[in-house]
């Protein structure tokens, strides 16, 4: 099956930063989320992004289909950004299956 | 609007007791996913439907674990008997169908201990 690989694992970063969070994926892709899991355990769906570039305030995302990739941008993070953000991806063949699989996550922690 | 919900948030039960979980998906979307989350395994999706058919039960990890959608505001997912392996965040998930794949909405999802 296809393969979610996210980097890095954690991440500490200091109130005000920038980050850039990376998902690969060993196939091609028609679907492509980015979540967000904060410290309560809500699973907060960010973008949804299976090609190109999209931005919500402090938070950008792009995907490059083609070299199985996409990166999730953060800037001037703020200590309510810590949790773990998760990639997911449904495979690019055989018909629309709406399975998402999640990759392992990035743990984030913003401190202030 | 309301989003998914799921009920209980939390739930404390003995080994071979019958746990029912229970979800309600955004008015109007027609997709309806059950997943869970462990340590160990990470995010993993049960089972889905759409349109209140079952459309993928493969990720379902026994017999013990069944999954029924009676209609298009409410499913239940039901453990019977249930383990201490079972223990996990159950959550909830729906999707409106549309050209292409839409984003999915999750639950707050369900704390199961097992005891």
């Known amino acids: 099956g296809i393969q979610v690989e996210q980097s890095p694992p954690d991440l500490i970063l200091q109130e005000g930063a920038n980050s850039t969070l990376r998902c690969n994926f060993s196939?091609?892709?028609?679907?492509l989320q980015w979540f967000h899991q904060n410290p309560w355990g809500q699973l907060i769906n960010l973008f949804y992004i299976p090609s190109g570039t999209k931005q919500n305030g402090r938070l950008s995302a792009t995907t490059v289909a083609t070299e199985r990739y996409s990166l999730l941008y953060i800037s001037s993070s703020q200590t309510t950004d810590s949790g773990v953000y998760f990639c997911a991806v449904e495979r690019g063949y055989g018909g629309a299956t709406n399975k998402l699989i999640f990759g392992t996550g990035t743990l984030l922690a913003v401190q202030p | 609007d309301a989003g998914v919900i799921q009920s209980p948030r939390h739930e404390v039960t003995e080994m071979g007791q019958e746990v029912t979980l229970r979800c309600k998906p955004i008015s109007g979307h027609d997709y309806l996913f059950w997943y869970r989350q462990t340590m160990m395994r990470g995010l993993e999706l049960l089972i889905y439907f759409n349109n209140n058919v079952p459309i993928d039960d493969s990720g379902m990890p026994e017999d013990r674990f069944s999954a029924k959608m009676p209609n298009a505001s409410f499913s239940t997912l039901k453990i019977q008997p249930s383990e201490p392996r079972d223990s996990a965040v159950y959550f909830c998930?729906?999707?409106?169908?549309?050209?292409?794949?839409?984003?999915?909405?999750f639950g707050d999802g369900t704390r199961l201990s097992i005891l």
């Open positions: 998930a729906s999707s409106l169908a549309g050209k292409g794949n839409q984003p999915q909405h």
């Open positions: 196939d091609s892709v028609n679907n």
